[in-house]
């Protein structure tokens, strides 16, 4: 009989990648026993909250510039796209792990019907993208006297 050192992080790993492979993603592959150094595909995260006059969405968007960004509103759709460029290879460094993710991204959320995009703010700082999003006036209801005949 033989004995096996248990590691519970490689069964964490492998419940990762059977997540991964259901849903879809790439995620680190493995070359004989060691992790390849493989970029997956990314999506930044968001966070998204209402008060009574509008919507914020924030996005993070670390080290990526502003000018990297675009956010376009099209008949009720928010579009926040760009990309997180790869440093170049630097002769002499050598990578031993690469985790964090690179190259180009699209979010897309469908936006209430009152919504004012015409008055919709960004602002970028420290890699948080912040969308404001007002809400429109919305009608007051209007009370109709039924008479009764």
Same mark, same amino acid.
């Given at each position: 009989?033989?004995?096996?050192?248990? #590691?519970?992080?490689? +069964?964490?790993? +492998?419940?990762?990648?059977?997540?991964?492979?259901? $849903?879809?993603?790439?995620? !680190?592959?493995?070359?004989?026993?060691?992790?390849?150094?493989?970029?997956? #595909?990314?999506?930044?995260?968001?966070?998204?909250?209402?008060?009574?006059?509008?919507? $914020?969405?924030?996005? %993070? $968007?670390? %080290?990526?510039?502003?000018?990297?960004? =675009?956010?376009?509103? #099209?008949?009720?759709? !928010?579009?926040?796209?760009?990309?997180?460029?790869? &440093?170049?290879?630097?002769?002499?460094?050598?990578?031993?792990?690469?985790?964090?993710?690179?190259?180009?991204?699209?979010?897309?959320?469908?936006?209430? #019907?009152?919504? &004012? &995009?015409?008055?919709?703010?960004?602002?970028?700082?420290?890699?948080?993208?912040? $969308?404001?999003?007002?809400?429109?006036?919305?009608? =007051?209801?209007?009370?109709?006297?039924?008479?009764?005949?």
């Amino acid at each position: 009989m033989n004995l096996v050192r248990w #590691d519970p992080f490689r +069964e964490l790993e +492998e419940v990762s990648e059977q997540l991964n492979r259901v $849903l879809g993603r790439r995620g !680190l592959q493995r070359e004989s026993g060691k992790e390849a150094l493989t970029i997956a #595909d990314w999506v930044p995260t968001v966070d998204i909250s209402e008060t009574e006059d509008e919507y $914020l969405i924030k996005a %993070e $968007l670390p %080290e990526i510039k502003k000018e990297d960004v =675009k956010v376009t509103l #099209d008949e009720g759709v !928010l579009t926040i796209q760009g990309e997180r460029k790869q &440093d170049k290879e630097e002769k002499g460094k050598k990578y031993h792990r690469v985790e964090r993710s690179y190259g180009r991204f699209v979010r897309r959320f469908a936006l209430p #019907d009152y919504v &004012d &995009d015409g008055k919709t703010t960004a602002e970028f700082s420290d890699g948080v993208l912040s $969308l404001h999003l007002p809400k429109a006036a919305k009608a =007051k209801p209007k009370a109709i006297e039924v008479k009764v005949i």
